[in-house]
């Protein structure tokens, strides 16, 4: 195993993929002689050429409605929008059409589509370009969403989303691409909808993912020497979402906290807290915290902005709080 | 023109490029955050098109949008401020490089994502024609901008509506590192125009006195009723896209050959041989804008961090 960063282990799934199969291919704004905006398909258009890299106006509904047909027939486009907030450009297609056509047209419609795209605030790039709007994305039935935490899973499941047959939306975390960690070499799969458990402990159950898996695996570190062990669960997929860690942790530890970046109203930790409600009421001893960003567009000034952002410290007290 | 007027437009020209310039250093100091797309190569196009504008004809730009708001009559300290995040910036540190304005100088903003203020420039439009407004709307992109969907819907809009509207193409010949042969399916963009049954013209964004003597004629018969009318400005940005570009998709050679046209240059040439100023009068200038920039970096660096209520209150109109 080496000991790579994020930006190689998504880079590394990729051409792996694109070496092994020629229907895979990428679109996309400055994917090809740039070399990626973030560097992540770097060496791509000399070695695959221009039909198999190709670099697409600035036209985010053609992006991914020209994605949407070619998967359809039988292409496996990887199609990269810039960053997330660029999808809202793309709305339509992402949502109403992709998520939608297999079902609505009687299972005859196969769309086997990779939508990367990169997301999450802390770069001052202010409001319009900061966002973390995994939650949306995860609201509707017909669409994948995985966000990796860390460089191996990174890997592991962008093979799988390639692989897939089904329309997936793959977020990466602007702030993780130069995070390192062991990533296998060669044929590694990580299926899509399988949450993990990062860190095992007993007296609390964290529930995260992608950057602010980083964030609560640094809590827990803090939280270890005063003699608190937290359980961090990495759900790497929000849809389909895979509750069987949580629960499982949540009745050993009978207190939640949930971790996120995005806005908290009607967010992820909405959902695992109704979740918990749910399926392990009888287990509750404290009510479920939710830990994420504050509720308003985010500042360009790096002070307000990293203040509006969750942070470790908030992520200690929501602990001490529930327990 | 009057000598005042030649002198005020070189002097906004190299107020912004210094302004660029000192902003490219305090970027690369840490001091300026996230992104930072500099005018630097293109200053004649909105000093030009900017100076046929009156008070009430609105202007509205993409990110690249600091010299356009030194052109709006913003000072350069609260350019500086907002580019430094501090409470005494345009938008109270709020924004950032991609998003200054100043409503009540009628500019904008400063909008950062690719084309949406297309449609937003049409609706500022159609407020003026609503309520009888004898005003011109000002709306600036990039080629890269008249590829997606925002731009093709705007300019529909605007000619169905016949709203006053100044539709201006910059064209430096990239979005980012693609050339506009490799994103446009037309390179002379103006053709778009003809899509939409819409006048359009071309100039030489290099030179400010064309730029100018178009946009005065462009304004006249826009606020005489002419309906929208679009304009294709040709430029070239002498920097990377951004702060951090590699620029692997263009040669030295090229950029060089453009520098040679610099906008500064040409038009101080022109001033000489006009006999409107010597060298000395316009090197004087310089040392105006350089002192005008140092003036406002000390301003902003002494200035406060905006304060959090600032956030909070700015959320709703009514809280
Ligand atoms: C909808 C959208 N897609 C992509 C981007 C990323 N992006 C920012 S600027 C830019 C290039 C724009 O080129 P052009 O319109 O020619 O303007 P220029 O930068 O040359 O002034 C791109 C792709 C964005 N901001 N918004
Ligand atoms: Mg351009």
Redesign the interface.
């Known amino acids: 195993m080496a000991r790579i960063t994020m930006r190689e282990a998504i880079s590394q799934a990729l051409w792996e993929e694109m070496e092994r199969d020629p229907k895979v291919f990428i679109m996309g704004?400055?994917v090809g002689?740039?070399?990626g905006?973030y560097a992540v398909t770097k060496g791509f258009y000399d070695h695959f050429g221009a039909d198999r890299v190709r670099?697409?106006?600035?036209?985010?509904?053609?992006i991914i409605g020209g994605a949407i047909g070619a998967a359809l027939t039988g292409l496996r486009p990887v199609a990269e929008l810039m960053t997330i907030?660029?999808a809202f450009?793309a709305f339509d297609h992402i949502v109403n059409q992709a998520a939608k056509m297999h079902m609505m047209f009687g299972g005859q419609m196969v769309l086997p589509l990779v939508i990367r795209a990169v997301g999450g605030g802390g770069?001052?790039?202010?409001?319009?370009?900061s966002q973390t709007p995994d939650a949306i994305f995860a609201h509707f039935p017909g669409l994948k969403v995985v966000a990796p935490g860390t460089p191996a899973d990174a890997k592991g499941l962008l093979k799988a989303a390639i692989r897939s047959q089904d329309p997936i939306l793959f977020i990466e975390h602007a702030t993780l691409y130069q995070t390192r960690g062991e990533v296998p070499e060669g044929d590694y799969i990580v299926p899509i909808g399988k949450s993990t458990v990062a860190r095992p402990g007993k007296d609390v159950t964290i529930v995260t993912y992608s950057k602010m898996l980083e964030i609560s695996l640094k809590a827990a570190e803090t939280l270890a020497k005063e003699g608190i062990e937290a359980e961090i669960v990495d759900l790497r997929s929000l849809r389909p979402l895979d509750m069987d860690p949580v629960i499982e942790s949540f009745k050993k530890t009978n207190r939640a906290v949930v971790v996120e970046e995005g806005w908290k109203s009607f967010g992820v930790g909405s959902e695992i807290a109704a979740r918990i409600y749910e399926e392990a009421f009888d287990y509750v001893d404290a009510p479920v915290k939710r830990v994420a960003q504050t509720?308003?567009?985010l500042?360009?000034?790096?002070?307000?902005e990293q203040?509006?952002l969750p942070k470790v410290e908030d992520v200690i007290s929501a602990v001490k709080e529930v327990l | 023109m009057e000598k005042s007027d030649y002198l005020n437009l070189y002097h906004q020209m190299v107020v912004i490029r210094r302004l660029e310039e000192r902003a490219a250093e305090l970027y690369q100091q840490g001091k300026i955050g996230g992104f930072l797309h500099l005018y630097i190569g293109q200053e004649a196009v909105s000093t030009g098109l900017i100076s046929a504008r009156r008070a009430e004809d609105r202007v509205i730009t993409a990110y690249r949008d600091h010299g356009v708001a030194i052109n709006c009559g913003l000072s350069a300290k609260e350019i500086v401020a907002e580019l430094l995040g501090k409470a005494t910036g345009c938008s109270q540190g709020m924004g950032g490089s991609m998003h200054m304005a100043d409503v009540k100088k009628n500019y904008w903003g400063g909008h950062a994502i690719v084309g949406a203020h297309l449609p937003i420039a049409a609706g500022l439009a159609l407020g003026d024609l609503y309520q009888n407004q004898k005003a011109v709307t000002l709306c600036m992109f990039g080629d890269g901008a008249t590829n997606i969907g925002y731009f093709h819907e705007a300019l529909n809009l605007s000619k169905v509506w016949n709203l006053p509207i100044l539709w201006v193409c910059e064209n430096n010949q990239y979005g980012m590192g693609t050339s506009v042969e490799r994103a446009s399916a037309v390179s002379e963009i103006r053709q778009k125009a003809d899509g939409f049954g819409m006048k359009n013209y071309q100039v030489d964004g290099m030179d400010v006195l064309k730029v100018r003597e178009v946009a005065e004629k462009l304004f006249k018969e826009i606020r005489a009723g002419s309906g929208p009318q679009f304009l294709e400005v040709d430029t070239y940005r002498f920097r990377g896209h951004s702060m951090g570009d590699p620029e692997r998709y263009r040669s030295t050679d090229e950029v060089h050959r453009w520098q040679e046209n610099d906008p500064i240059g040409i038009f101080h040439k022109k001033l000489v041989e006009m006999k409107v100023a010597g060298d000395a009068e316009l090197n004087h200038q310089a040392d105006l804008a350089e002192q005008e920039i140092a003036e406002a970096v000390a301003f902003a660096e002494a200035s406060p961090e905006p304060s959090v209520d600032v956030v909070f209150s700015n959320v709703y109109v009514e809280n």
């Open positions: 704004e400055e002689l740039w070399g905006t670099d697409t106006p600035i036209a985010e509904a053609a907030n660029f450009s770069r001052q790039l202010g409001a319009t370009h509720e308003v567009p500042p360009y000034n790096h002070i307000l203040m509006m």
